[in-house]
């Protein structure tokens, strides 16, 4: 039959393209990209050679078969599990060492798996049907890109499988005594588990708690009997394991005490501070968790567990971290624009290097080398997380969008689920993205040198060459001239050099930093050229890398920033690991700086700042130029990337304006600051 009142169309036809089909759409396609994530990390792992793969796996597999090896199973200090662990991988034999990698890193899929289904199922009812069809994709996704599952499937260790244990004990197993047998188990594994025993007893299940203790109890003390030796070295010898797998003071160990070690102290006195801390630490997560508990946040509750336990461990590893991916649980913030940046900021804790969440700048370094640490003491003791009974859990404040001015053409934007809302973004997922995206073009345009050191220069002197021609036939080759005209002039050298290194970024961060507190809407609008600008301008990197003229043997160019270079043997260029000094076409210091001038030109609101705003590119190509670091075609190829960033913005989002609301003749984003915004500026 015809459903007439649609038009036409049959009714079947309707079902199959409304949200539930496009929902199982995304369900079908998520769970295609944690297959494509999981057969990768395989590949990565298997397909590296012997020796580079497993390496804490293959330390275990001794003459006899696994772990049964001559000596300590401490004697290398390799292996860092409980004399529990030691005996439940003891059964592997021999026969079974030609598979072991392959059974290991399959296993390990399988179990991350299941943690991921056990997460999604265990999310705070009532649950969404949206939320119910995505979350178990997402968090095995999630779980596959982390940096301790990927460290686990390397390494060849077992540190997934504590997790699991106390999420189905905790959160699964219905009966008490069962649940509370397999947290022992785990904590027979992994000790600081202990923590989730106090948990237990707290909210009401106390035979599941002395359950859990018993089987720890258990485990440890077969352990003692089967292997008294090991058992006496890691308890007595190497406290809990502390000081096993390396040294406690590197940067690996994510736990107070690594902290404090590195921080100088040591002895006693550190001890005394690491027990001191750690103590309060626990006291105030269990507390916490108690809280979420009892208010239907189970997964919450054990998350907050999990990392006081990684902070008060004496040693944490990066495989063993992975109690703080599980925090993305927790809800924070009234509005729901700002419900998104703690879970980012978690997912990239736990996904990307310190180094690119931080700068590599010395003031930075007790931040990032503790980053990790920190984000499981915030998830432990601070994160005010929502409670149910919040108003806000359910309901955040929603986000007031503008109305968009319409496009000359009816198929822009061709991203209309991208509006602007009309109040500013939240400061923290902004400076997270910024340095996030930054760190991801650095590492970008490092990799763009095209091939190895000789060729990569070779190259890059070829495409030199051949700017230089056609320089020459449009009659516009001018760098040797203006370069060598500066260099006369000690003065105009040393102010161009100081406009050269000083404005590339600090221009471009205010005009940045003004638009947020002044114009949010048309803040997103400029953030999103400037994105789509560096984007296309890493593609000109990539396609094309270019020696600039500093970098141009024979040529007679001094580069008047760096110094003289020994281009026979150049200290550095793409042949470091610095930067990729041969991503010169398209100019980004000319783009960016077109990019503000541009930006400043069309919503200053006096002439006098339209006119500054446009000489601050005039400045920067004649500083480029005049220092030899880029040709004057460069300048033309920033100017094409920046025409193509607004452009691209204006197709995928649609026009900068809005429409004025009825009555005021002006757009909302220019009306009365809202409540909050008034609030900000107060401060």
Same mark, same amino acid.
Request: charged share 15%.
């Given at each position: 039959?015809v459903?007439?009142?649609h038009?036409?169309?049959?009714?079947?036809?309707?079902a199959?393209s409304g949200?539930?089909?496009?929902?199982?759409?995304?369900?079908l396609?998520?769970w295609?990209?944690?297959?494509?994530l999981? %057969?990768r990390?395989?590949?990565?792992?298997?397909?590296?050679p $012997?020796?580079?793969?497993?390496t804490?796996?293959?330390?275990?597999v001794?003459?006899?078969?696994?772990?049964?090896v001559r000596?300590?199973?401490y004697d290398s +200090?390799r292996?860092?599990?409980?004399?529990?662990?030691?005996?439940?991988?003891? /059964?592997l034999?021999r *026969? %079974?060492e030609?598979?072991?990698?392959?059974?290991?890193t399959?296993g +390990?899929l399988?179990?991350v798996?299941?943690l991921?289904?056990?997460? *999604?199922?265990a999310?705070?009812?009532?649950?969404?049907?949206r939320?119910?069809l995505?979350?178990?994709?997402?968090? #095995?996704?999630l779980? &596959?890109v982390?940096l301790?599952?990927?460290?686990?499937?390397?390494l060849?260790?077992?540190s997934?499988v504590?997790?699991?244990? #106390?999420l189905l004990?905790?959160?699964?197993?219905?009966g008490?005594?069962a649940?509370?047998a397999?947290v022992?188990?785990a904590a *027979?594994l992994?000790?600081?588990v202990l923590?989730?025993v106090?948990l237990?007893?707290?909210?009401?299940?106390?035979?599941?708690a002395r359950?859990?203790?018993a089987?720890f109890?258990g485990?440890?003390?077969?352990?003692?009997a089967?292997?008294p030796g090991?058992?006496?070295?890691?308890?007595v010898h190497?406290?809990?394991?502390?000081?096993?797998?390396?040294?406690?003071?590197?940067?690996a160990?994510?736990?107070l =005490?690594?902290?404090?070690l590195?921080?100088?102290l040591?002895?006693?006195?550190?001890?005394a501070l690491f027990l001191?801390?750690g103590s309060?630490?626990?006291?105030?997560?269990?507390r916490?968790?108690?809280r !979420?508990?009892?208010?239907g946040?189970?997964?919450l509750?054990?998350?907050v567990t999990?990392c006081?336990?990684?902070?008060?461990s004496?040693?944490t590893?990066?495989?063993?971290a992975l109690?703080?991916?599980?925090?993305?649980?927790?809800r924070?913030?009234?509005?729901?624009a700002?419900r998104?940046?703690?879970p980012?900021a978690?997912?990239l804790?736990?996904?990307?290097p310190a180094?690119m969440m931080? /700068?590599?700048?010395?003031? &930075?370094?007790?931040?990032?080398d503790?980053l990790?640490?920190?984000? %499981?003491?915030?998830?432990?003791?601070a994160?005010p997380f929502?409670?149910?009974?919040?108003?806000?859990?359910a309901?955040p404040v929603p986000?007031e969008y503008?109305?968009q001015v319409?496009a000359?053409t009816?198929h822009?934007p061709l991203?209309p689920f991208?509006?602007r809302?009309?109040?500013r973004?939240n400061?923290? &997922?902004?400076?997270?993205?910024?340095?996030?995206?930054?760190?991801?073009?650095?590492?970008v345009r490092?990799?763009?040198?095209?091939?190895?050191?000789?060729?990569?220069?070779a190259?890059?002197?070829h495409?030199?060459?051949?700017?230089?021609a056609?320089?020459?036939f449009?009659?516009?080759?001018?760098e040797?001239a203006?370069? =060598?005209?500066?260099?006369?002039?000690?003065? @105009?050298r040393g102010?161009l050099?100081? !406009?050269y290194? $000083?404005f =590339?970024?600090v221009v471009p961060l205010?005009?940045?930093?003004?638009? !947020?507190?002044?114009?949010p809407?048309? !803040?997103?609008w400029?953030?999103?050229?400037?994105?789509?600008?560096?984007?296309?301008?890493?593609?000109g990197?990539w396609l094309?890398p270019l020696a600039?003229?500093?970098l &141009?043997?024979?040529l007679?160019f001094?580069?008047?920033v760096?110094?003289?270079?020994?281009l026979?043997? /150049?200290d550095y260029?793409?042949?470091?690991a610095?930067?990729?000094?041969?991503?010169?076409?398209p100019s980004?210091?000319f783009?960016?700086?077109l990019?503000c001038g541009?930006?400043?030109a069309?919503?200053a609101?006096?002439?006098?700042?339209?006119?500054?705003g446009?000489?601050?590119p @005039?400045?920067?190509?004649?500083a480029?130029v005049?220092?030899?670091?880029h040709w004057?075609?460069?300048?033309?190829?920033?100017?094409?990337?920046?025409?193509?960033?607004?452009?691209l913005g204006y197709?995928?989002i649609?026009p900068?304006?809005?429409?004025?609301?009825r009555?005021?003749g002006?757009?909302p984003a220019q009306r009365?600051?809202?409540?909050?915004?008034?609030?900000v500026?107060?401060?």
């Amino acid at each position: 039959m015809v459903d007439v009142e649609h038009g036409g169309r049959p009714a079947d036809a309707l079902a199959a393209s409304g949200p539930g089909a496009r929902l199982r759409a995304a369900r079908l396609a998520l769970w295609a990209l944690a297959a494509t994530l999981a %057969a990768r990390q395989v590949a990565v792992v298997l397909g590296s050679p $012997s020796g580079r793969r497993l390496t804490d796996l293959e330390t275990w597999v001794g003459p006899q078969g696994v772990l049964h090896v001559r000596g300590s199973l401490y004697d290398s +200090t390799r292996f860092t599990g409980t004399p529990f662990a030691g005996l439940v991988l003891k /059964p592997l034999t021999r *026969a %079974a060492e030609q598979a072991l990698g392959w059974g290991w890193t399959f296993g +390990t899929l399988l179990l991350v798996a299941a943690l991921g289904l056990v997460a *999604a199922r265990a999310l705070p009812r009532p649950v969404g049907r949206r939320t119910a069809l995505l979350a178990a994709p997402v968090a #095995v996704s999630l779980l &596959m890109v982390s940096l301790p599952v990927r460290t686990t499937l390397w390494l060849g260790q077992t540190s997934v499988v504590p997790v699991l244990l #106390v999420l189905l004990g905790c959160l699964t197993v219905r009966g008490e005594r069962a649940g509370g047998a397999l947290v022992g188990l785990a904590a *027979a594994l992994q000790p600081t588990v202990l923590l989730f025993v106090p948990l237990l007893w707290c909210t009401g299940r106390r035979r599941a708690a002395r359950a859990a203790a018993a089987g720890f109890a258990g485990g440890t003390l077969l352990a003692w009997a089967a292997m008294p030796g090991d058992s006496a070295t890691y308890w007595v010898h190497h406290m809990a394991g502390a000081g096993l797998g390396g040294s406690a003071d590197a940067l690996a160990n994510q736990s107070l =005490h690594g902290a404090l070690l590195r921080s100088g102290l040591s002895g006693p006195p550190e001890i005394a501070l690491f027990l001191l801390l750690g103590s309060a630490v626990a006291v105030l997560a269990l507390r916490r968790a108690v809280r !979420y508990a009892r208010d239907g946040q189970p997964l919450l509750a054990v998350a907050v567990t999990g990392c006081a336990a990684v902070a008060v461990s004496p040693t944490t590893w990066q495989h063993q971290a992975l109690w703080v991916l599980l925090a993305v649980a927790g809800r924070v913030g009234e509005r729901a624009a700002d419900r998104t940046v703690w879970p980012v900021a978690v997912v990239l804790v736990t996904t990307l290097p310190a180094t690119m969440m931080l /700068p590599n700048t010395p003031v &930075m370094y007790p931040l990032r080398d503790n980053l990790v640490l920190l984000a %499981a003491l915030a998830a432990a003791t601070a994160v005010p997380f929502l409670s149910r009974t919040s108003p806000s859990y359910a309901a955040p404040v929603p986000t007031e969008y503008a109305r968009q001015v319409p496009a000359r053409t009816a198929h822009v934007p061709l991203l209309p689920f991208l509006r602007r809302p009309l109040t500013r973004p939240n400061l923290l &997922m902004e400076l997270l993205l910024i340095r996030v995206t930054y760190a991801a073009y650095q590492q970008v345009r490092l990799a763009a040198s095209g091939g190895d050191d000789e060729a990569a220069r070779a190259t890059a002197e070829h495409h030199g060459r051949m700017v230089l021609a056609a320089e020459r036939f449009l009659r516009v080759d001018i760098e040797h001239a203006v370069n =060598h005209a500066v260099v006369q002039a000690g003065w @105009l050298r040393g102010l161009l050099d100081f !406009y050269y290194e $000083s404005f =590339h970024f600090v221009v471009p961060l205010a005009v940045l930093a003004v638009l !947020y507190r002044r114009r949010p809407v048309d !803040y997103r609008w400029a953030r999103a050229s400037l994105g789509f600008t560096t984007l296309l301008a890493l593609t000109g990197f990539w396609l094309f890398p270019l020696a600039p003229p500093r970098l &141009m043997p024979g040529l007679g160019f001094v580069d008047t920033v760096h110094g003289a270079q020994d281009l026979a043997n /150049p200290d550095y260029g793409a042949m470091t690991a610095i930067t990729n000094q041969y991503a010169a076409m398209p100019s980004l210091h000319f783009g960016w700086s077109l990019w503000c001038g541009v930006v400043v030109a069309v919503l200053a609101p006096r002439w006098w700042m339209k006119a500054l705003g446009l000489l601050h590119p @005039l400045f920067t190509v004649t500083a480029i130029v005049a220092t030899a670091n880029h040709w004057v075609l460069d300048a033309a190829g920033g100017a094409l990337v920046v025409g193509g960033g607004f452009a691209l913005g204006y197709v995928l989002i649609g026009p900068r304006g809005v429409v004025p609301e009825r009555g005021t003749g002006r757009p909302p984003a220019q009306r009365a600051p809202l409540p909050e915004e008034r609030r900000v500026g107060s401060r």
